[in-house]
Each structure stands twice: as C-alpha cells, then as structure tokens.
C-alpha cells in the first residue's frame, strides 16, 4: 500500500471509528447480534427491509476495536437503500476483498476498500467481517436472526 493510500485508510478507520453513521436501533427491524470470542468485538446490527425486501434502513450498535466500528458504520452506508440482492453481493465483494487476492468487482464499495489491507491480518479479518456477516444472518442467509 503506498503511503498516500496508507494515510488515507487510516484517516477513515478513524473517522468512521470514532464518529460512526447509522448508530442506534431499529424498532421492528430484524436483530442480529454478532462477537468476535477472540478479541472481544460486539455488535448488535439492526435491519428493517422494505417492502420490495430492500434495505430500508440499518443501524448498529456495539463496541470494539476501530476496525470493527469503521467497517460497521461504512457497511451501514453502503447497503443503505439497496435492493437485498445487491445487499448481498456487496458483502460478497467485501469479503473477498479482504480475504484474497481474486480480483473483485467493487463496484459500490466506495471508501470500504480501503479496508482490503487488512487481509494482511487474519484477526484483523474477522474485525473487519463481523458486521458483514450479522448482515448476512439478518437477510436470512445465516443463523440466529431475531425480529421484534
């Protein structure tokens, strides 16, 4: 990573990290909670889908290492108003984007590939995935999904 991308990343870890967008809950939506045993992350991802199953709205409370708040709070604004299809190929993306080099089409990841450095980590990985994975969960993809 240059330099110049290097401070960049880390300018928006720590934006992101500490102001983060899209905190709170949603009432009605579907909860997902979501740790990481092994460095104590927390997440509480909250997602309510429109009519046409749409990303409605998505907030996430929690707390954790930078990382796992900046990706929390970047992911909320990038899956925000898409359709559940899109939703899903962007956490896609995302996760081979930090899990691999396969090239990847990013298209609508924006400022998230920033976070691609982060392969180089493996703990960092899971950081980085949490939020992803609980939205996975609350689109029905995965287990332990809860609505109110």
């Known amino acids: 990573m240059s330099d110049e991308l290097?401070?960049?990343y880390q300018q928006v870890i720590l934006d992101h990290s500490k102001r983060p967008r899209n905190r709170g809950e949603i009432p009605g939506g579907v909860h997902v909670?979501?740790?990481?045993?092994s460095c104590g992350?927390?997440?509480m991802l909250s997602?309510?889908?429109g009519p046409a199953g749409e990303v409605e709205?998505?907030?996430?409370t929690g707390s954790g290492c930078a990382i796992s708040q900046a990706s929390a709070s970047l992911m909320t604004m990038k899956l925000k108003g898409k359709s559940?299809?899109?939703?899903l190929r962007l956490a896609g993306a995302f996760h081979t984007l930090i899990t691999s080099d396969t090239p990847v089409d990013t298209t609508g990841l924006g400022d998230v590939v920033l976070l691609k450095g982060v392969r180089k980590f493996p703990q960092r990985v899971k950081c980085a995935s949490l939020a992803w994975r609980a939205f996975e969960q609350a689109t029905g993809d995965g287990t332990k999904a809860t609505t109110e």
């Open 6 to 8: 290097e401070e960049l």
């Open 33 to 37: 909670q979501g740790d990481n045993p």
């Open 41 to 43: 992350d927390e997440i």
């Open 47 to 49: 997602v309510k889908f």
């Open 57 to 60: 709205d998505i907030k996430f």
């Open 84 to 87: 559940r299809e899109e939703a």
